[in-house]
């Protein structure tokens, strides 16, 4: 959520730092900014618009070589030009870009009006401007007043200060939000996600929670808040412009859906031994006995990540026989949890930067706990603090909606099941029957997409509705409620999952002929009560979608949509991919903005 830029150098800063904003587009916004020194004069443009409406805004700013750019997903105050970034002190000599929040901004506005200060704002980060403004009054440096301006904040940040009086520095900080300098030939850049980056230089420089970086066009310099100076190799992205850009599609969803087989090759590529029927995961770092060793597994994640878990646990269960289960990130760092050594603690992140995930895992590191990463971003937060885990190779996913990370992370998962399977019970043989259904999947994955048109026409046949139920039992309740979540957070309809034995309990006397139900029924040995539960839906006036490997009597159902089978506990995989195209048609249909759906952000990283 939100995204910054900075540019020092010989171009157009203008120019580069819009472009940036375009390519930071999918991390959620509702309005957007600039400001540049030009001239010794500090211009700004912003307001509550799209980054397409703000290019045609800041003509008149060409010509600079030094300025900060961002796009502002509210927090404190509604979207409005005010409320937008940068904000600067009240001389103007300062202008901040800040994502995070910070905790205590109320208490310090009361203090920065009792001494005079006007707040222009209802945010916490113009707060900043005006700490740094009087910090600057001790003299020295930049990165001393920031420095200092730093100590009476709480909270999460990732910022860039730029000083009207130092045409030729900006000075970024981190804690809790990320922030990456980009190295160029001559020129330096300053971001909040490599994809603002990639198309103009791929060496980087992620900084760590607690630290400083002072930017020229021809160096960088890293510290802490307090003063210690840091070493910061760069490191090379293995990404570029490419695969950030559409390529054809009429939107990112769509474009990562299709690419969801290539995916699941990369996510498999070298990590399965088809020979004794098991999985290789060295980034874990751990050994045969230490693997033995794990009594439980718990998976951590939020939205689609916490889903992915689910399923995750239940392969896990199902083929090593060790409990598992998966829960909210946030809710277990709240709850004071029991912190239990002999399990192994699975935080899952396509970003690797969400702050309700990263949380847990520098409480479950302080109390000694043994936490991997599931992400799908090197070099991100939780990816650094935790040290070992498993990286996904989804590739960039743009689009709000989770799509072929979601599968990766379901994939990885049946690949740990796999492996804490066969140091234990899991005989060669199941083993081997599993390696041959994941070597499978991109395949079957492949067939469900080239039918798309099927799911399409289904799904413009209810996109009426305004409420769905999406049933689903064991197995196929964590798809369910993947499935629920698609359609509502792009399409903007109600939707429900329940577990189907839950129907009789209470969600029964919402059925009538306006809520459709998406029925889920694997070809396990549960089909009969699956079946059972789309009877009890007609029987009650209710259109019921089933999505299927078994063979479910055409006639029982309003639509059936069938999808191959690479066996029982890889299923669930399989059934999510009609999903994600009913939700996305859908959506289609109803005219929604599928990539950046309303309100919502694709790295959430504030409480």
Known sequence: MCGIVGYVGNRDAVSVLVEGLLRLEYRGYDSAGVAVLRDDE???????????????????????HLGIAHTRWATHGPATEANAHPHFDSSGRFAVVHNGIIENAEALRTQLADRGVELASDTDSEVFAHLVAEASEQGGRLEDAVRAALRLVEGTYGLVVLDATRPDELVAAR???????????????????????????????????????????????????????????????????DDYELGGFADYMDKEMAEQPEAVVRVLRGRLDAKLGTARLDGLGLNPWELRGIRRVK??????????????????????????????????????????PDCLYVAVSQSGETFDTLAPVQELRRKGGRVVGAVNVVGSAIARECGSGVFLHAGPEISVASTKAFTNMAVSFALLGLLLGRVRDLSAAHGRRTVAGLQALPERIAEIIDRRDEVAAVAERFADAEHMFFIGRVRAWPVAREGAQKLKEISYVHAEAYQASELKHGPLALIDKSMPSVVLVPDDELVAKNLSTIEQIKAR????????????PIELADAVITVPSVGAALDPILLTIPLQLFAYHMARKLGRDIDKPRNLAKSVTVE
Request: charged residues 20%; proline residues 4%; contains cysteine.
């Open 541 to 552: 006036g209710g259109p019921v979608i089933a999505v299927t490997n078994a063979d479910v």
């Open 299 to 340: 998976f951590l994640g939020c939205g689609s990540a916490y889903y992915a878990g689910q399923l995750g646990a239940a392969v896990v269960e199902e083929l090593a026989r060790v409990p598992a289960d998966a829960e909210p990130a946030a809710e277990f760092s709240y709850r004071n949890p029991v912190v239990d």
């Open 175 to 241: 804690n809790g939000s990320p922030i990456v300098l980009g190295i160029g030939a001559g020129e330096m850049f300053v971001a909040s996600d490599v994809s603002a980056l990639v198309r103009h230089t791929r060496q980087v420089v992620y900084l760590e929670d607690g630290e400083l970086a002072t930017v020229r066009a021809g160096e960088f310099h890293t510290s802490t808040i307090d003063a210690r100076t840091t070493h910061r190799a760069p490191t090379t992205v293995d990404l570029g412009v």
């Open 42 to 64: 500090l211009l700004s443009v912003k307001a509550a618009v799209r980054v397409w409406q703000l290019r045609n805004m800041v003509t008149d700013l060409a010509g600079a």
